[in-house]
């Protein structure tokens, strides 16, 4: 499980989800009146135009809201390094950084490309891999919603449990015959490579005032926040992490083990004309108790433009926005990620999940970020080729569910 720390209800926190709330109540008075317009056949150009403009600014709102939220949570990675040791090869990676130089603490902790020694790198301190993790948690919102571990191999191995164990009522005395085992499996994480080379000029290096991990880590995280949550979303597992719709979608009531199930609409590339609403409570209630507890909606910002401007039978808005920081928006009382590599709505698209993302995606990081310090390459510019290894894959297939958007 993820370590964090729960943002507090800072004033710039407060801020954004007063806008939020603001937003999200001008967007039901005009779209209110857009529906009672439509129900007298006066469809109002420009009103469905003020709907739009007003559902875009409840997202960048919420967006907003969001980023706050998440760059005050920090992954706490320990280490047991004694400080003063810390200092030092804090400021022998800046020497290198800056100048080049390669002072022996560094050599001591050279990593070199597997295969390849002539693209050796070298290990970057604690203090930069916080930076760039932190940073990574804040933009990939994957990150935010499933489990990551920290490995120390290039593959994890995960053994689970296909079919649970049997039991079964006895008597006091009565004869104790074996039951079924369990049916085990075995699923490998294996970690792919993840690289980013932002160029620095000389002048930039040489300034005393620039703090070169904010400054790197700065650079490479919507690089690799935006190639990873691509890749935990479809990724197809070659030198990459293997993406949520990457595994073999089947109907649910037919799906096994390595398959993730999925409910239809009914319509080909397109909500139900009637209750649309219906089907996304039925892909609530496809999971299992035990993952609905924790469950979450998740899907693009244009799908959720679309549910947003749903009511239940009542007449209620089945969306809410966030009421206190700390809390995202929420649909049918779920809460909802934005996903941006998520599909659209279209035939046969896999545009919604639901389930319980911890225990149904893993994200596994290999412990160490490398950086080469490349002068020649782009001169008179310095590229640092900067790597880290990533993986993920489902590891509990009963945890997530699909809509997909077509008859059957």
Request: aromatic share 8%.
């Amino acid at each position: 499980m993820k370590e964090t720390k729960q943002a507090a209800a800072s004033p710039e926190a407060r801020a954004a989800l007063h806008e939020v709330l603001a937003a999200f109540e001008g967007f039901k008075a005009a779209n209110d009146q857009r529906l009672a317009a439509l129900e007298t056949k006066r469809a109002d150009v420009l009103l469905e135009e003020k709907v739009a403009r007003i559902d875009a600014a409840v997202s960048e709102a919420q967006g907003r809201l969001d980023r706050v939220l998440a760059d005050a949570r920090r992954p706490t990675l320990g280490g047991d390094t004694p400080l003063a040791r810390v200092d030092e090869r804090k400021a022998a990676f800046d020497r290198y950084m800056k100048t080049g130089e390669t002072p022996s603490l560094l050599l001591e902790a050279k990593g070199l490309s597997e295969g390849v020694a002539s693209a050796g790198g070298y290990v970057a301190p604690a203090e930069l891999e916080r930076q760039i993790l932190r940073r990574l948690q804040a933009t990939s919102p994957m990150r935010d919603i499933c489990q990551v571990r920290t490995i120390g191999a290039g593959t994890f191995r995960k053994p689970v449990s296909t079919a649970g164990l049997a039991a079964s009522w006895v008597a006091e005395t009565a004869v104790r015959p074996e039951t079924t085992p369990p049916t085990l499996d075995v699923i490998d994480f294996p970690a792919g490579e993840l690289y980013a080379s932002p160029a620095a000029t000389q002048a930039l290096l040489d300034d005393a005032y620039v703090n070169i991990d904010e400054w790197l880590a700065e650079e490479v995280q919507d690089a690799f926040a935006a190639q990873e949550t691509a890749a935990f979303v479809a990724g197809d597992g070659v030198n990459k992490p293997k993406g949520l719709l990457a595994y073999t979608a089947a109907a649910d009531a037919t799906a096994t083990w390595g398959q993730v199930g999925y409910l239809a609409t009914g319509v080909a590339g397109a909500w139900p004309a009637s209750n649309p609403t219906d089907k996304l409570i039925d892909l609530i209630y496809a999971a299992k108790t035990q993952y609905r507890q924790n469950g979450r909606f998740v899907m693009n910002r244009r799908t959720v433009s679309a549910v947003r401007k749903f009511k239940d039978a009542q007449g209620n808005y089945i969306w809410n926005a966030a009421l206190q920081p700390g809390q995202s928006a929420s649909l049918l009382g779920y809460p909802v990620t934005e996903i941006e590599a998520m599909p659209d709505v279209a035939a046969n698209g896999l545009a919604v999940a639901f389930g319980d993302f911890e225990k149904g995606y893993l994200i596994v990081d290999r412990a160490g970020v490398r950086v080469l310090r490349d002068p020649y390459s782009a001169k008179p510019h310095v590229l640092f080729y900067t790597t880290k290894r990533v993986g993920g894959g489902v590891q509990n297939f009963d945890a997530i569910k699909l809509l997909k958007f077509a008859v059957s």
